[in-house]
């Protein structure tokens, strides 16, 4: 019952992050899946870890990927010391936020970090000489990496995704299958009961917070890398609706729902789009379809499908006989 | 002989809500490695001692002392740290998860910053696994460790409960009402699980089961109106005429 490090779902991701360049039709739509499947991954760890609803994980990819285009175009640095640094950022920005939005609950935290996320979209905006302002930071280049790998073709930029997304995948489910996620868990089913065992919970959200953010702000350096410039869209409130959209199709309740979430949405989107422009009403039911009858997402479903022929099957060998 | 000094010790503890005074003037001493008892009808200030002596709602006059150390003013969780760890009269547990679960962030509650570990499995804190499975027979719920602690029957919750208040390895557990709303079969095991912790521990034990409050404790201390009306062992308060009338007074049959 309790999430362990590595599960079958570790070799799952891994099999499916080198398959997917070929299985999709283009190697531009599975760089997007793994950079939106990053993006969707913290929000789920808030969500189905700690049990909070952040409306913010937006901003903090907008900013991780501002952050990343300007390291990259203006301060001339190279595409390692970029994402860790804009990963870094990122994550001190939600620890920051984290720590004024934690001493709410429910839907008052709900609604501080959907205010944050506003303030970073104006922020860009009103910043329009540095970031470039509706028109976006435009001409970021993607330098070598320190190994002498040249980021010049869409195969050499997924591979350098492929290994963020994994490390990011692997990161989560390592912390959620520890004493520190226990713990996460433990104020996800009870705060009150977790606090009165002598755990300090609000630090523990923080952590939690800052960790997400982190994980979000890599996702906008790699959305930086994949794209070569960085569209205002990606700081707004937009964005981080699109990401919660994800992670509840997928299902929130671990780190593959988040994966299987981002992909079929991404894939979904590419597809739907070219059938019908208005293709966001068809997300929309299914988004309700979804919320209605199966709570635990696509993932959470397939899990309890196999649960389900595997208890059906022990019977039946009896039956058989 | 000269008596030890007390572990538990309140003076003229008082505890007003607005103008309601639901404790006034209380004075306890708990001896180390008994079971000590509070007793009273309904509203006589038990669960408010408690919380007075938890530090869950600190008194409004009068003194509390831990081991000869003054707590009066410490929050609760670091009389905790003291050995000090209580059980609630409502059971407050983690439903979604397994019962060695429950058991087990209790465990590593008790552990500190440990608790902060984000790089490798909780089962590598050394020591939790093997204090998780002492609780987990210590309070007969071995064969339902992976159970989901919600599922489990009353009985069992309580059972749960009362594990997690010994998980931090207490010197002191407060057990307030363990046995509310048991079935016989239960409240026998649990009886003999509370009398098995003392002298090992001193439990300090709120309940209205008269009979097995009779049966088990060393000392008993009435509570009625927010005041103590008596005190001493079972077989004095079980002739105290004062004791008689509080209940007769207000619960008719209870004891």
Known sequence: MEPRFPDPTSLGLLLAVAALPFVLPTVTLASEAVVFATGTLSCSLLLGGVGLLSFGQGLFLGAGAYASGLLLRDAGLGTAAAVLLSTLGAAALAGLVGFISVRRRGVYFVMLTLAFAQMGYFAVLAAGRVTGGENGLTGVPRPSLPGGLALDTPGAVYAVLAVLCLSAFFLAQRVLASPFGSVLAAIRENEARAEALGYGTRAFKVAAFALAGGIAGLAGAMHTLFLGFVPPNTIQLEMSERLIVMAIIGGAGSPAGAFVGALFFVVAAEFLAELWPRWLILIGLLLIAIVLFMPRGIWGAAQELLARRRAAAVPGLAADA | ?255
């Open chain 2, 1 to 255: 002989m000269p008596e030890p000094p007390p572990l538990l010790a309140a003076e003229g503890l008082g505890v007003r809500f607005g103008d309601f005074r639901a404790l006034g003037g209380v004075s306890l001493r708990v001896r180390q490695g008994g079971i000590h008892s509070v007793i009273g009808p309904n509203g006589a200030g038990k669960t408010t001692l408690f919380n007075a002596l938890t530090g869950a709602r600190p008194p409004t006059e009068g003194a509390v002392t831990l081991a000869g150390r003054e707590v009066t003013r410490m929050p609760a969780h670091r009389r905790a740290r003291l050995g000090m760890s209580r059980s609630f009269q409502v059971t407050n547990l983690f439903a979604e998860l397994a019962v060695r679960e429950n058991l087990r962030l209790a465990v590593q509650a008790a552990r500190g910053r440990s608790a902060w570990a984000f790089w490798h499995a909780p089962s590598r804190l050394p020591g939790v696994a093997e204090a998780v499975e002492g609780l987990l027979s210590l309070t007969g719920l071995a064969a339902r460790a992976d159970a989901r602690a919600g599922s489990l029957p009353h009985g069992g919750q309580r059972a749960l409960e009362i594990g997690m208040a010994l998980a931090s390895d207490p010197k002191l557990v407060l057990l307030d009402e363990p046995l509310a709303g048991m079935g016989v079969d239960d409240v026998a095991r649990t009886k003999a699980l509370i009398r098995g912790l003392a002298p090992a521990r001193t439990v300090l034990l709120i309940e209205h089961n008269m009979g097995v409050v009779l049966d088990i404790s060393d000392r008993i201390t009435v509570l009625a109106r927010g005041r103590v009306i008596a005190e001493g062992p079972p077989a004095a308060i079980r002739a105290d005429p004062g004791v008689r009338e509080a209940y007769l007074g207000s619960t008719g049959a209870a004891a």
